[in-house]
């Protein structure tokens, strides 16, 4: 643990309206590939129980080998509105905790498995 770290200030309060239009949910990672031309991004294709989505994440240079999380369930941030970068289509986000703290990002994953799709919140 690092003990080290001094926590960025609290954001300003939202209301609980605007923390319900934002969907989090479980989703399995069935597989992650190489962007080309890219030094981060890799494409993660989730399986949310109905349906799968690509998902582009910044994970690479934060893992030694971005493929040992395939099979993992992880949250996501599912109602984005889909992006295109180095030509492929991001349809989501992979929560995760501590990039934003200068840290190596750790997966936000459920306590133990549960259906895909499984809304957070």
Same mark, same amino acid.
């Given at each position: 643990m690092n003990d080290e770290l001094k926590p960025a200030p609290i954001k300003p309060a939202i209301?609980? &309206? *605007? !923390?319900? $239009? #934002?969907? #989090?949910r479980v989703g399995t990672i069935r597989s992650v590939a190489e962007i080309e031309d890219s030094d981060k991004l890799v494409k993660l294709i989730v399986d949310f129980g109905d349906h799968r989505r690509s998902i582009l994440a910044g994970i690479k240079q934060e893992r030694q080998n971005p493929r040992e999380i395939e099979g993992r369930q992880a949250l996501f941030v599912v109602n984005l509105e889909p992006k295109?970068? $180095?030509?492929? !289509?991001? *349809?989501g986000m992979?929560?995760?905790?501590?990039? &934003?703290?200068? !840290?190596i990002p750790a997966l936000a994953i459920p306590e133990r498995e549960i259906p895909n799709g499984a809304r957070a919140g």
């Open positions: 209301t609980s &309206a *605007e !923390l319900d $239009r #934002i969907d #989090i295109k970068m $180095r030509g492929q !289509l991001s *349809e992979l929560f995760d905790i501590g990039y &934003a703290d200068g !840290l």
